[in-house]
């Protein structure tokens, strides 16, 4: 089946720093979206973004389909962004597959 | 707002003892998913609804089974929990092929 991988698995900032979070599939996929998951376990939308470049704020994504990786771009970092971030894709059948995530911890 | 709703927020059973989570959604989607998380891991799909036909994940264990009475409500059914079955249970609706809105989440607690 169809593989993800994130990095890195563990990320330290100091607040107001720049990151990129990575995450690459090894097949095509219908669909990709970053999850921003809360202390409390929520896991939050951030991206829905098969293909192209979004922008929300702070953050922004950029997905290649055709070389099968995805960019989450988190700039001037802030104690709230700590958390784990997840990459999900979506292949045929509704399937739905998740890195194994990011954890940030932004330090004040 | 529009969202998803998980009850309870935090479940305590009994080793063996069955136990139903819920979820129920305002936003009127036909694809309802139950997930389960467990400690530092990522979620793991355990099966769907799509309006009201059902697919189990291949790897599901019997143990678990859903139940969507109509468009608003899903429930998960743990028929024996085990030691193992210990996590946060996740559920979410969508559209078909579109974006994933997930609930708050049930905690599971086994003795």
């Known amino acids: 089946g169809i593989q993800v991988e994130q990095s890195p698995p563990d990320l330290i900032l100091q607040e107001g720093a720049n990151s990129t979070l990575r995450c690459n599939f090894s097949?095509?996929?219908?669909?990709l979206q970053w999850f921003h998951q809360n202390p409390w376990g929520q896991l939050i939308n951030l991206f829905y973004?098969?293909?192209g470049t979004k922008q929300n704020g702070r953050l922004s994504a950029t997905t290649v389909a055709t070389e099968r990786y995805s960019l989450l771009y988190i700039s001037s970092s802030q104690t709230t962004d700590s958390g784990v971030y997840f990459c999900a894709v979506y292949t045929g059948g509704f399937k739905t597959i998740f890195g194994a995530g990011t954890r940030l911890f932004v330090k004040a | 707002d529009a969202m998803v709703i998980q009850n309870p927020r935090y479940q305590v059973t009994q080793f063996g003892k069955p136990v139903t989570l819920s979820c129920s959604q305002t936003?009127?989607?036909?694809?309802m998913y139950w997930y389960q998380q467990k400690s530092s891991q990522a979620p793991k799909l355990l099966f769907h609804y799509y309006d009201k036909d059902f697919n189990n994940e291949a790897d599901t264990p019997d143990n678990f089974q859903s139940r969507r009475p109509n468009t608003s409500f899903c429930f998960l059914d743990i028929r024996s929990p085990g030691l193992g079955d210990a996590a946060m249970y996740l559920c979410?609706?969508?559209?078909?092929?579109?974006?994933?809105?997930f609930g708050p989440g049930t905690r599971l607690t086994v003795l």
């Open positions: 973004i098969p293909s």
């Open positions: 936003l009127n989607h036909n694809v």
């Open positions: 979410a609706t969508s559209s078909l092929g579109d974006t994933q809105y």
């Open positions: 097949d095509s996929v219908n669909n």
